[in-house]
């Protein structure tokens, strides 16, 4: 009875508790760097389509798919959302909910591919349960959106090819286009398709029926992927082909021009060190999560090196073929083609969930040994271990760091970015306004994020605030860092009065300059 419970109802009462945890702490996060830059970007491509405003060219993000944004903008638009606090908590909240829809996307396919819920719940808490991923779900509309639609894409992937009919390939189809849309490195899993059909050609290349049907299917499933990339995607339809090359050019050499603080050294973010990425991606996930997930890998190269046929010719294990190369492949990309990645590793959050993917089935092994359950003891107190952290640093557990960096005072804030998105300045701004009962408060913020967090708001404490700038020194009461470009500490530190610190290192004070 217990078990057949667990087995029905067991996912839904997680996710309703992950939900409730959501929809109860959705307000407590700020606005992040890039969050206005996106909103507008779903703007102007609703303008072009309803109101024939052809302002797409002159956005600075029109190279950006709009698969997630643009329905972001209808919601706006269908509940007449007019003050900034209500649209950007719509947002913080949809962005989560797509987040949750992942995650169960993510249970399924485990489920789906080990018969095993326990392993599934395992991995759903693996994602749901990493303090980076987590607090970027609510703000991070860019990356998140997309890692989700990979996961869903995954699970399309794996019933597609075990079902082999057409309307799954259909489905696949659809969902792929939405994921090339949010990202133009969807590419990678379309490509990664089209191998898969060509390997079910091969053994069939003699039987023209079953030829016909895999040549059929391919076909029907391209289809259907670039009519929803299209369709989906406005600054396409002038010149769909040459646009969507340009777009893929421009995104291949995209760039920003600042600099980054990466173990204590200042880099330009054009010339950051060839181990970059995968450096943030070692320090900044649990160990725990990082030991199983490499030595998913390792098992894999064994099992490949000793029958690759199996992998590749069976529709059910070549899925862990599919995880391992997009976990290798972009990694290995960006090493090659010198990408410019910056802000930790978010550009590249989309290899999170295959990597795990082949812990899963480094653990499958595992737990059908004698290690059973010393590995589920280390797994559930590994994952109690960082709920609890998430829940002691909410809402800033995204600055998290695990056992590799040192956690001596001050010492992360002097040898990395930690708020480097300026979430943080919500609540700084509250704490002035809760601290200081003046009618108008004169307030200078390091960085625009300081201003925008001033959205989130009530209309009654931003008409209190009023910013200021450089020029304008002696009028000045408050000033909010974020330390961004500046780990050093200032000289009228003495004057702090308010920081908030996260594993002994501060990522946000407030200065009372008079």
Not at 19 to 32: D, F, R
Not at 53 to 71: M, Q, W
Not at 304 to 316: E, Q
Not at 438 to 447: D, E, Q, R, T
Request: hydrophobic content about 45%; some cysteine; glycine content about 6%.
């Amino acid at each position: 009875m217990i078990k057949e419970f667990f087995n029905k109802y067991f996912i839904v009462i997680l996710l309703g508790g992950i939900l409730a945890v959501g929809l109860h702490t959705y307000k407590s996060y700020g606005i992040s760097w890039d969050e206005s830059d996106q909103r507008n970007l779903g703007r102007v491509t609703y303008n072009y389509l309803f109101n024939g405003v052809d302002s797409i060219k002159n956005c600075n993000n029109r190279i950006y798919g709009v698969a997630f944004e643009l329905p972001l903008t209808f919601i706006e638009k269908s509940f007449s959302l007019k003050d900034s606090r209500d649209i950007y908590f719509m947002r913080h909240l949809l962005t989560h909910l797509f987040f949750l829809i992942g995650a169960l996307a993510f249970f399924l396919l485990i489920d789906y591919i080990y018969h095993n819920k326990l392993l599934a719940t395992i991995g759903f808490l693996m994602l749901v349960a990493n303090p980076l991923i987590y607090a970027h779900s609510f703000y991070n509309s860019k990356d998140i959106p997309f890692l989700s639609m990979f996961i869903i894409c995954f699970l399309a992937t794996a019933v597609a090819f075990k079902k082999n009919e057409m309307k799954w390939y259909i489905i696949l189809g659809i969902v792929c286009g939405l994921l090339t849309n949010m990202r133009i490195m969807g590419v990678l899993l379309i490509g990664c398709i089209w191998i898969f059909f060509v390997l079910d050609y091969t053994p069939v290349r003699k039987d023209r029926l079953l030829r016909k049907k895999v040549f059929h299917s391919c076909l029907i499933f391209t289809i259907i992927a670039f009519l929803v990339l299209v369709i989906t995607w406005p600054y396409l339809y002038s010149n769909p082909g040459q646009n969507f090359i340009d777009a893929f050019k421009q995104l291949s050499k995209w760039s920003w021009d600042g600099s980054v603080l990466f173990f204590g050294t200042s880099y330009n973010s054009h010339h950051l060190p060839w181990y970059y990425g995968i450096s943030w991606f070692c320090i900044s996930n649990p160990i725990t999560y990082l030991v199983l997930g490499f030595l998913g890998i390792a098992y894999f190269i064994i099992k490949f090196s000793k029958n690759p046929k199996s992998f590749l010719f069976d529709r059910v294990r070549r899925n862990q073929l599919l995880f391992v190369f997009c976990f290798i492949e972009p990694l290995a990309a960006i090493l090659v083609f010198h990408s410019v990645i910056f802000d930790a590793w978010r550009h590249i959050y989309f290899i999170y969930p295959p990597f795990i993917l082949t812990g899963i089935a480094a653990l499958d092994y595992l737990l059908k040994t004698k290690a059973k359950w010393p590995v589920l003891a280390i797994a559930f107190g590994s994952l109690g271990y960082i709920g609890f952290y998430m829940y002691c640093n909410f809402p800033h557990e995204n600055i998290y760091f695990n056992e590799f960096v040192k956690r001596e005072p001050e010492y992360l804030r002097k040898n990395f970015e930690l708020d480097y998105w300026g979430n943080s300045y919500k609540q700084a701004l509250e704490y002035i306004l809760k601290t200081d009962t003046a009618k108008n408060i004169n307030v200078l913020v390091v960085g625009p994020v300081g201003r925008q967090n001033a959205w989130v708001l009530s209309p009654e404490d931003r008409k209190r605030i009023h910013f200021l700038n450089d020029a304008e020194w002696g009028q000045i009461t408050y000033l909010a860092s974020f330390y961004r470009n500046h780990p050093e500490d200032y000289s009228f530190q003495n004057k702090e009065v308010y920081s908030i610190k996260v594993l002994n290192s501060t990522i946000m004070s407030v200065f009372k300059l008079k």
